[in-house]
């Protein structure tokens, strides 16, 4: 009696579940009963399921503890997944669950940008010993749309402002590197509001072209980008990668500097790859002479992508016209239900969400994000049904204001559905996080996750990758 007292005085839903599913339970023995058989149904959807080995358990054991020490000590100072990351990320980088997640083996990465996941830090490293230093210039802070931008010429463009970086005073590795990643560079105003997506995308927009595609697209530093690139993962215990990159014509197409006047148009750059061919056979090979070094790094591959602000038609364009590489298709949908971001609102009325529909109707194979779906149960049901991956981004979504409190991020939900979920970091280089294992800390710390849990996130980016099964073992589930 005074068990089932107990039972009343307990929330009102938990009341309701067992009142429906299972009957209202007669004495303690039997609410025990029960109360372990809705434990028992729940394992089979998240990590649970997975047969643990004893070295795995006793690692378990250890992270847990971990975990709990982690509560403990930042009872005080705030919890790191519930508060801006701007604020944490020192007390994150240097815990132990932190220092004890970045050994453990993550499988694959597929969700990043592919020009804006190494560490700016390291890019502008490369950029400054390479070669071509001497031909870097930067716009200059009032400039009226593009400051701090950096790239490479033999003679800027006239006129621009352009400024030659080496052996100029202001323009220290240090000064640049600041205005680079979104965590340099935050206003006061963005920290005070940490949920304003829309200040925050004030931040991060001028950021994508600042130290990204020209830069980076000048042969000499693409080459040491990728090894970089590579390496960097691999210190996170990542196995595999999947970058997303435009393949279009652009500031993304090879170039070499050059001196001769053939080449005084384009301001000394030397386009070599009109069809991104030339790309795509230097990659190859510097992946192989990559693996040759770090065996354990399974494989490199790069997508192509629509953009959440795209309709269905320029979508399908883009995928006819990506021939050249896997074609995994995604659906971007972190926006509000009814905001709408074609490119071309008069001739492309779609609202963001929709894409999720898209998503469904295209037969995606993951889904970028998928934020949108936990307000469409139905669809989200079918991404459930059809075994679609979702990539979830914690800290990309963290950063840019949608999730400002990382428990109540939708991912959990996903995991406890049953939904397969892998962890990406989208952007972390121009965040300026730089690691994907700040993502596994906040899921880690924020989701009620264990071990078994990490494990079948780090085996669901493999299972879901596109990388043929042949290149990695599986253990059943
Ligand atoms: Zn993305």
Same mark, same amino acid.
């Not at 643990?52 to 000590?73: G, P, V």
């Not at 050994?103 to 190494?118: A, T, Y």
């Not at 406890?416 to 996080?433: E, K, W």
């Given at each position: 009696m005074a068990v089932q007292y107990r039972v009343l005085l307990l929330s009102l839903p938990l009341l309701q579940i067992v009142c429906l599913d299972l009957g209202f339970p007669a004495n303690e023995y039997e609410y025990s009963v029960k109360r372990d058989s809705l434990r028992e149904k729940e394992k089979q959807f998240a990590g649970e399921s997975l047969a643990m080995s004893e070295d795995e358990q006793i690692a378990d054991r250890y992270l847990q503890l971990l975990k709990r020490q982690e509560f403990k000590a930042t009872r005080k100072t705030g919890f790191p997944p519930s508060r801006p990351l701007e604020e944490t990320l020192d007390t994150i980088v240097h815990s132990d669950v932190y220092r004890v997640l970045k050994m453990l083996p993550k499988g694959g990465l597929l969700h990043s940008h592919e020009n804006h996941q190494l560490s700016r830090s390291i890019l502008v490293d490369i950029v400054w010993n390479c070669s071509d230093f001497q031909h870097l210039y930067i716009l200059p802070e009032?400039?009226?749309?593009?400051?701090?931008t950096l790239d490479f010429f033999i003679s800027p463009p006239p006129g621009e402002g352009w400024e030659k970086v080496k052996g100029h005073p202001n323009y220290t590795k240090e000064v640049i590197l600041q205005r680079q990643t979104l965590l340099g560079v935050l206003t006061e105003r963005a920290r005070r509001y940490p949920s304003d997506a829309a200040e925050r995308w004030r931040q991060m927009d001028p950021l994508w072209r600042r130290s990204a595609s020209q830069l980076i697209a000048n042969v000499v530093v693409k080459r040491l980008y990728l090894a970089a690139m590579w390496r960097e993962v691999l210190t996170d215990g990542v196995q595999y990668i999947e970058t997303r990159k435009?393949?279009?014509?652009? *500031? +993304?197409q090879l170039y070499s500097l050059d *001196? +001769?006047?053939?080449?005084e148009p384009t301001y000394g750059k030397h386009y070599l790859d009109p069809s991104g061919e030339l790309d795509i056979n230097m990659t190859q090979l510097l992946l192989r002479e990559f693996q040759k070094r770090r065996p354990d790094f399974i494989g490199f591959r790069r997508i192509t992508y629509g953009h959440h602000q795209e309709s269905v038609s320029q979508m399908k364009a883009k995928m006819h016209l990506s021939s050249c590489t896997t074609r995994r298709r995604a659906a971007e949908t972190n926006w509000p239900d009814d905001l709408m971001t074609s490119f071309e609102p008069e001739v492309d009325i779609s609202t963001t969400q929709d894409n999720s529909l898209d998503a469904v109707l295209l037969g995606v194979s993951r889904v970028g994000h998928g934020l949108g779906f936990i307000k469409r149960p139905y669809l989200l049901k079918l991404l459930k049904q059809r075994r679609v991956a979702i990539e979830t981004c914690p800290t990309s979504n963290h950063l840019l204001g949608y999730i400002p409190d990382l428990r109540n991020h939708p991912a959990v939900h996903y995991i406890r559905s049953g939904i397969p979920v892998v962890l990406a970091s989208d952007d972390p280089g121009s965040f300026g996080y730089d690691h994907v294992t700040v993502d596994w800390y906040q899921a880690f710390m924020a989701w009620g996750l264990r071990l078994a849990d990490l494990k079948l996130l780090a085996l669901n980016s493999l299972r879901h990758?596109?990388?043929?099964?042949?290149k990695y073992v599986l253990p059943s589930i």
């Amino acid at each position: 009696m005074a068990v089932q007292y107990r039972v009343l005085l307990l929330s009102l839903p938990l009341l309701q579940i067992v009142c429906l599913d299972l009957g209202f339970p007669a004495n303690e023995y039997e609410y025990s009963v029960k109360r372990d058989s809705l434990r028992e149904k729940e394992k089979q959807f998240a990590g649970e399921s997975l047969a643990m080995s004893e070295d795995e358990q006793i690692a378990d054991r250890y992270l847990q503890l971990l975990k709990r020490q982690e509560f403990k000590a930042t009872r005080k100072t705030g919890f790191p997944p519930s508060r801006p990351l701007e604020e944490t990320l020192d007390t994150i980088v240097h815990s132990d669950v932190y220092r004890v997640l970045k050994m453990l083996p993550k499988g694959g990465l597929l969700h990043s940008h592919e020009n804006h996941q190494l560490s700016r830090s390291i890019l502008v490293d490369i950029v400054w010993n390479c070669s071509d230093f001497q031909h870097l210039y930067i716009l200059p802070e009032n400039h009226p749309t593009d400051p701090w931008t950096l790239d490479f010429f033999i003679s800027p463009p006239p006129g621009e402002g352009w400024e030659k970086v080496k052996g100029h005073p202001n323009y220290t590795k240090e000064v640049i590197l600041q205005r680079q990643t979104l965590l340099g560079v935050l206003t006061e105003r963005a920290r005070r509001y940490p949920s304003d997506a829309a200040e925050r995308w004030r931040q991060m927009d001028p950021l994508w072209r600042r130290s990204a595609s020209q830069l980076i697209a000048n042969v000499v530093v693409k080459r040491l980008y990728l090894a970089a690139m590579w390496r960097e993962v691999l210190t996170d215990g990542v196995q595999y990668i999947e970058t997303r990159k435009n393949l279009g014509p652009g *500031t +993304h197409q090879l170039y070499s500097l050059d *001196t +001769h006047r053939k080449y005084e148009p384009t301001y000394g750059k030397h386009y070599l790859d009109p069809s991104g061919e030339l790309d795509i056979n230097m990659t190859q090979l510097l992946l192989r002479e990559f693996q040759k070094r770090r065996p354990d790094f399974i494989g490199f591959r790069r997508i192509t992508y629509g953009h959440h602000q795209e309709s269905v038609s320029q979508m399908k364009a883009k995928m006819h016209l990506s021939s050249c590489t896997t074609r995994r298709r995604a659906a971007e949908t972190n926006w509000p239900d009814d905001l709408m971001t074609s490119f071309e609102p008069e001739v492309d009325i779609s609202t963001t969400q929709d894409n999720s529909l898209d998503a469904v109707l295209l037969g995606v194979s993951r889904v970028g994000h998928g934020l949108g779906f936990i307000k469409r149960p139905y669809l989200l049901k079918l991404l459930k049904q059809r075994r679609v991956a979702i990539e979830t981004c914690p800290t990309s979504n963290h950063l840019l204001g949608y999730i400002p409190d990382l428990r109540n991020h939708p991912a959990v939900h996903y995991i406890r559905s049953g939904i397969p979920v892998v962890l990406a970091s989208d952007d972390p280089g121009s965040f300026g996080y730089d690691h994907v294992t700040v993502d596994w800390y906040q899921a880690f710390m924020a989701w009620g996750l264990r071990l078994a849990d990490l494990k079948l996130l780090a085996l669901n980016s493999l299972r879901h990758s596109g990388m043929s099964a042949s290149k990695y073992v599986l253990p059943s589930i």
